[in-house]
T-cell receptor, first 113, second 115 residues
C-alpha cells in the first residue's frame, strides 16, 4: 500500500484558495488518488479522485504531476464550513490490498472569518 | 445515489454487555463492506473487511472474537462488540463498495460509549 504524507494542519481565511499537497512516492502504476473530507462525528465524504493531470468537479480541483509522486487538492474560495479534516489516499481496483483504504493522519484545515 | 446508513447513530451500554451496529447500503449492492474505528482527533483505523457470504478478514491486532462481523446479505453488514469495556468506546464507521469498483461510500458513523 502506498503511504501518503500530508501536512498535519493548515489555516486559511474565508474567500481564499487553499491548496493541500500530498506526497505518495511509492504509488503503484494502477493506483488512483482519492481525497476525502471528514467533519467531526461524521463519516468521510468523497471529494475527488484522479489518476493523472488535472481533475475538476463542482467542489475542488486535483492536480497530479506527471510522475504522480504527489498531488494537490485545491479548494477555491473556502468558507467556514470547509473547516474539516482532509485525507489523501491511494489505491485502485487492481491493488493487492483488496480495495481496502488505509487512512493517514490527514490535514486539519481551519478556516477563519 | 450510493448511500450508506448506520444504526444506531449513538449507543450507550454497560460494561460487559454486547452491542450490535448495523451498516446498510441503501441503493446499491455492497459485495464488500469495511469497518473502521476512530478515536478522538485520530485518523480512521481499518478493523476488518467483510465480503458477502464469507468470513470477515481482520486487520492485525483486531480481536475477531470480540468484534463479530456478519455480512449475510448484499445490503447489510453488522458489527457486534461483545463483552464491551470502556476502552471500546469509540466512533465506529462502515463503508461499502460494489463489485469490482474501487470507490467506497461511508456511513455516518456510530458513537459507542461503554460505561
Amino acid at each position: 500500500l502506498a503511504k501518503t504524507t500530508q501536512p498535519i494542519s493548515m489555516d486559511s481565511y474565508e474567500g481564499q484558495e487553499v491548496n493541500i499537497t500530498c506526497s505518495h512516492n511509492n504509488i503503484a502504476t494502477n493506483d488512483y488518488i482519492t481525497w476525502y473530507q471528514q467533519f467531526p462525528s461524521q463519516g468521510p465524504r468523497f471529494i475527488i479522485q484522479g489518476y493523472k493531470t488535472k481533475v475538476t468537479n463542482e467542489v475542488a480541483s486535483l492536480f497530479i504531476p506527471a510522475d504522480r509522486k504527489s498531488s494537490t487538492l485545491s479548494l477555491p474560495r473556502v468558507s467556514l464550513s470547509d473547516t474539516a479534516v482532509y485525507y489523501c489516499l491511494t489505491g485502485g481496483p487492481s491493488s493487492s490490498n483488496t480495495g481496502k483504504l488505509i487512512f493517514g493522519q490527514g490535514t486539519t484545515l481551519q478556516v477563519k472569518p | 445515489g450510493a448511500v450508506v446508513s448506520q444504526h444506531p447513530s449513538r449507543v450507550i451500554c454497560k460494561s460487559g454487555t454486547s452491542v450490535k451496529i448495523e451498516c446498510r447500503s441503501l441503493d446499491f449492492q455492497a459485495t464488500t463492506m469495511f469497518w473502521y474505528r476512530q478515536f478522538p482527533k485520530k485518523s480512521l483505523m481499518l478493523m476488518a473487511t467483510s465480503n458477502e457470504g464469507s468470513k470477515a478478514t481482520y486487520e492485525q491486532g483486531v480481536e475477531k472474537d470480540k468484534f463479530l462481523i456478519n455480512h449475510a446479505s448484499l445490503t447489510l453488514s453488522t458489527l457486534t462488540v461483545t463483552s464491551a469495556h470502556p476502552e471500546d468506546s469509540s466512533f465506529y464507521i462502515c463503508s461499502a463498495r460494489s463489485g469490482g469498483a474501487y470507490e467506497q461510500y461511508f456511513g455516518p458513523g456510530t458513537r459507542l460509549t461503554v460505561t
